[in-house]
């Protein structure tokens, strides 16, 4: 849950940390203003959606997440790439946010932002392969086929390991008719499965505001109607008062407080 300060007495002082977020510096491990939480934040309530995409990823399939803006959706991807990390069996892990990387690369270069999400994702999974040169040698592949050619790539880079990616915050590309190939990969990447044992160990999630929408693509070429569609809930006044030893209030105003808390921001 994130929790946006109001005018309520506070028992600890206001400070500023490096990356411009004020916390309450008694508990800095609660709260988290405009931006995600910590994955090992006391704070961080669970939901059953939790416990959905922990259990669709360990069976090898494929996820849509969606949630209203705001609602904990990379919390929540944060929260599940270290319980990924820490499980017995970890999974060959990358994760990428979409919506900053688009942001720094240039929204209108569709071109430098799907090198810019290969680049990641061959980083983060430590491929051996200079992507540069092989970017380049299929130059006259259409997108689509790109990714679902490096989706290949990086599953005969991990022999008999379960590849998980995560893609965090797609619908600032996605929604756009030039984004539909980071799809339809997807898809065809899930496709391959029936044909190409390799492609069975690769599961990919894909988190956003909501559906995208293109006027050109069938809907079967993209992954929406093959991928399992966990929506994020609000939280309930119930998991928030979890957080009341935090407010460093008596039990009876802090409830009060989250009960105006809970009220204020609708979930």
Known sequence: MRWYPSSMASPTHIDTTLSGATTRTSRPEFFSQGGPLSPDGAGYVERQADETVWNALQGRQYVNLTGAPKSGKTSLLLRLAKRLRDSDEPPVLAMIEIRQLIEREGREDVAR??????????????????????????????????????????????????????????????????????????????????????????????????????GVAASEKLPHEVSVRIQLESFTLGQTLRLEPALGFSREIAEFAMQRIYDWVAG
């Open 113 to 214: 932002c799907f090198y810019a999400i290969a680049f990641r994702l061959a980083r983060q999974l430590r491929v051996g392969f200079d992507l540069q040169d092989w970017w380049a040698d299929i130059a006259m592949l259409p997108h689509h086929l790109r990714f679902l050619e490096l989706f290949r790539e990086f599953t005969l880079a991990n022999p008999g390991k379960r590849l998980v990616l995560l893609f965090d915050d797609t619908g600032d590309l996605i929604r756009r008719e030039e984004g539909e190939p980071l799809l339809t990969a997807i898809r065809l990447a899930f496709d391959a499965r029936t044909t190409d044992p390799e492609m069975a160990r690769l599961s990919i999630l894909f988190g956003s505001t909501g559906d995208a929408q293109f």
